[in-house]
């Protein structure tokens, strides 16, 4: 069972949608980060062609890429290192929504994401590179997450929602 956080998570949430063409981010209060389901709905209540990106980062520790559309079950997630879901509650309910178990005995030294590895395909970024970013152990989950927006197309606008973060 993971060990639950400190009361307020360091983190965000930032949300992309593309509508005709156009991508806009904005970024969620950080009171969503208290849950999944929390992030899931509010990246479902984003306009969007083809739905909305969730886009969490947990105290620079890992990342979890949600798609979410307006309506139904339609819910796809990557966790970009399911070790975390030994340590983290939130990493831990994505691993359960996953279906997918992580222990200590499966957990060894070696990062791995679990999930969607497809999520961002057919918005540009296929399995294999979105994969090679999460490998790279020399990027915080902050900067992985930069560099998805940029390959997405959507660098500028990701770096002005970071920009109206809270410090």
């Known amino acids: 069972m993971a060990v639950a956080e400190e009361d307020a998570v360091d983190g965000f949430a930032i949300t992309a949608s593309r509508e005709s063409g156009v991508w806009r981010c904005g970024v969620l209060p950080l009171a969503v980060l208290e849950s999944v389901e929390s992030c899931v709905r509010a990246t479902r209540q984003q306009p969007g062609d083809g739905g909305a990106l969730g886009l969490v980062n ?39 929504r996953l279906d997918e178990d992580v222990d200590e005995d499966t957990a060894d030294d070696e990062l791995w994401p679990i999930g969607d590895l497809g999520i961002l395909e057919d918005l540009g970024l296929p399995a294999g590179e979105l994969r090679m970013i999460m490998d790279d152990v020399d990027l915080y989950a902050d900067e992985m997450l930069g560099l998805i927006a940029r390959r997405l197309g959507f660098a500028e606008e990701f770096a002005h929602a970071l920009d109206t973060l809270p410090r």
């Open 58 to 96: 947990i105290s620079d520790e890992f990342f979890v890429v949600i798609r979410a559309s307006g309506g139904g079950d339609d819910v796809r997630l990557l966790l970009s290192d399911a070790t975390a879901a030994l340590e983290w509650d939130f990493a831990a309910d994505v691993a359960q």
